[in-house]
C-alpha cells in the first residue's frame, strides 16, 4: 500500500499539504459537531481562506474547486444536525470531516503539482465534488407543496450554476480550450442538468438515490464532452457509456421503494 502511494505521489509531500488539510478538516468537524453558531463558522471560514491564500497563484486555475468545496461544506455541516440521536450524530460528523480532508488534501496536492497524475486526480476529485454537492442539493431540495416559487427558482439556479462551474472547470483544466462552441456547451449541459434534476425531485426516492444518479448523469456526460473536444467520440464510446448508465441506473432505482398513490 505504501508504495503504491508512492508511486502515486511525484514527490514527499511533507507536513504542509496533510497539515493544511487536516487544519480545515478540523474546522469543518467542529461545525458539523456544534452547529452553526458565531466562533464554529468563523473559525472555518478562516482556516478555508487562510489555506487558500497561502497557496502558490497556480490555486486561480482551480478556485471553483476550493469554493465550491469551502461552500458545501458550510451547508454539509447541517446534515449530521438532522441526526441528533447519538451515536449517528457523531459518526456522521467524522465520516464527513474524513471526507472533506481528502477531498481538500486532493485540492492542495493538485496545485503544489504533487500528483503524477494530475488529470486522473482532478477528474476523481471533480466527481467527488459533484457528489458532495448532489447530495446537498437533494438533501436541501425545498417541499414542492409548501415551500414558495422562489424557493424552488433558487433552488434550481443553485443547481445550474454550480454543474456550470464544476464543468468550465473540468473543462479548463483538462483540454485548455475557449471559444463561443465550448461555452454553449457547458451552459447547454448544466441547463439540461438542471432540468433533470427537477424531475427527479419527483421520483419517490431518497436524496441519496436521486444524489447518485445525478451524479452519474454528470460524470457520463461530462466525459463524453471532454472526448467530443479531444476529438476521441466515437459510436463505440457512446454505446459504452449508455450501457453504464443503463445498468447503474438500474441499480439505483432497484433500491427504491415504489408506492402509489
Known amino acids: 500500500m505504501v508504495k503504491k502511494l508512492t508511486s502515486f505521489l511525484r514527490k514527499t509531500t511533507g507536513w504542509k499539504l496533510p497539515a493544511k ?10 461545525l458539523a459537531w456544534t452547529g452553526f453558531s ?4 468563523l473559525i472555518f471560514i478562516v482556516a ?3 489555506v487558500y491564500f497561502s497557496e502558490s497563484p497556480e490555486r486561480k486555475a482551480l478556485r471553483s474547486s476550493f469554493w465550491l468545496l469551502a461552500v458545501f461544506g458550510l451547508l454539509g ?21 474524513v471526507v472533506f480532508g ?4 486532493g ?5 503544489s503539482s504533487s500528483f503524477n497524475d494530475r488529470l486522473l486526480v482532478h477528474n476523481l476529485l471533480n466527481a467527488a465534488l459533484a ?28 443547481v445550474f450554476l454550480g454543474t456550470l462551474l464544476l464543468l468550465t472547470e473540468s473543462l479548463s483544466f483538462e483540454v485548455s480550450l475557449r471559444g463561443r462552441g465550448l461555452k454553449l456547451t457547458t451552459w447547454s449541459f448544466a441547463l439540461i442538468l438542471a432540468e433533470v434534476s427537477v424531475l427527479a425531485s419527483f421520483l419517490p426516492a431518497g436524496f441519496l438515490d436521486a444524489a447518485a444518479f445525478l451524479t452519474l448523469f454528470y460524470i457520463l456526460g461530462r466525459d ?8 476521441f467520440l466515437s459510436f463505440s464510446l457512446i454505446f459504452t457509456e449508455l450501457t453504464i448508465f443503463a445498468v447503474v441506473l438500474g441499480l439505483i432505482f432497484a433500491t427504491v421503494t415504489w408506492v402509489l398513490p
Not at 488539510?21 to 467542529?30: D, E, N, R, T
Not at 455541516?77 to 470531516?97: K, N, Q, R, T
Open 21 to 30: 488539510a487536516g487544519a480545515v478538516s478540523l474546522a469543518f468537524g467542529l
Open 38 to 41: 458565531f466562533w464554529p463558522v
Open 48 to 50: 478555508t481562506s487562510a
Open 77 to 97: 455541516a447541517a446534515i449530521p444536525l438532522g441526526f441528533s440521536g447519538a451515536p449517528f450524530h457523531g459518526l456522521i460528523s467524522v465520516f464527513m470531516m
Open 102 to 105: 481528502i477531498l481538500a488534501f
Open 107 to 111: 485540492w492542495l496536492g493538485l496545485v
Open 131 to 158: 457528489a458532495f454537492f448532489f447530495v446537498l442539493a437533494f438533501y436541501l431540495t425545498p417541499s414542492l407543496e409548501s415551500e414558495s416559487a422562489f424557493a424552488l427558482i433558487a433552488w434550481f439556479l443553485a
Open 224 to 231: 463524453a464532452i471532454l472526448s467530443h473536444f479531444r476529438g
